[in-house]
């Protein structure tokens, strides 16, 4: 008995429309390719479309000077710099309104006010290293300086809310009232008479 061998099944048509080269289509519409748009057909055979040999080509752009380069770094380390105070109203409304009492979601937002800025202002050469300059490197000081300023606002917030809280020594509160009141030494009398 010999055994025939049989060809393998052909395959799938979905196979066969994947490795094919799309049909070109006729332009049905009078809507015009978009800018920059070429199609298929003029890729395969390297030509290029009517629509796309009427509109004008758009030059290369050219690459910004280095001056151009520092006014635009600049322009985004002031943005990065003033990012810290617009964050101070959403965060004076929410300390409002957690209330001044002893909580753990009025502590933890206490928390978060003092810790954010800290670490910004330890991290801040690491934040400003891609914004270096070529020249004037004594601009970016002022912006650092703007930025180390607008942290110290948050961090005032957050003194402002914990005094308001009653956990800054300021006046004698309730947790140092097992203190007696004390006399001044010219009202205190003498504990032998002259």
């Known amino acids: 008995?010999?055994?025939?061998?049989?060809p393998p099944p052909p395959p799938p048509q979905w196979?066969?429309?994947?490795?094919?080269?799309?049909s070109p289509k006729a332009k049905s519409s009078s809507i015009p390719d978009p800018p920059g748009y070429t199609s298929?057909?003029?890729?395969?055979?390297?030509?290029?479309?009517?629509?796309?040999?009427?509109?004008?080509?758009?030059?290369?752009r050219k690459p910004p000077t280095t001056e151009e380069m520092d006014t635009l770094k600049l322009k985004k380390a002031w943005e990065l710099a003033i990012a810290p105070a617009k964050q101070l109203p959403m965060n004076a409304?929410?300390?409002?309104?957690?209330?001044?009492?002893?909580?753990?979601?009025?502590i933890m937002m206490v928390f978060m006010l003092?810790?954010?800025?800290?670490?910004?202002?330890?991290?801040?050469?690491?934040?400003?290293?891609?914004?270096?300059?070529?020249?004037?490197?004594?601009?970016?000081?002022?912006?650092?300086?703007?930025?180390?300023?607008m942290n110290m606002l948050a961090l005032a917030l957050g003194l402002w809310k914990i005094n308001g809280m009653g956990l800054l020594p300021t006046t004698r509160s309730d947790?140092?009232?097992?203190?007696?009141?004390?006399?001044?030494?010219?009202?205190?009398?003498?504990?032998?008479?002259?």
């Open 1 to 6: 008995m010999s055994q025939q061998t049989r």
């Open 15 to 22: 196979a066969l429309d994947l490795n094919s080269n799309p």
């Open 40 to 60: 298929p057909t003029a890729l395969s055979t390297g030509k290029q479309s009517k629509v796309s040999k009427n509109t004008p080509q758009t030059p290369a």
């Open 93 to 106: 409304i929410g300390m409002y309104m957690s209330g001044n009492s002893l909580q753990i979601f009025s």
């Open 114 to 149: 003092f810790k954010t800025p800290v670490q910004a202002v330890l991290d801040m050469n690491n934040t400003f290293a891609r914004f270096e300059l070529t020249e004037g490197k004594d601009r970016l000081l002022w912006v650092k300086l703007v930025y180390v300023a």
């Open 175 to 194: 947790w140092l009232a097992w203190e007696t009141a004390r006399e001044p030494l010219e009202r205190a009398y003498p504990a032998f008479p002259l």
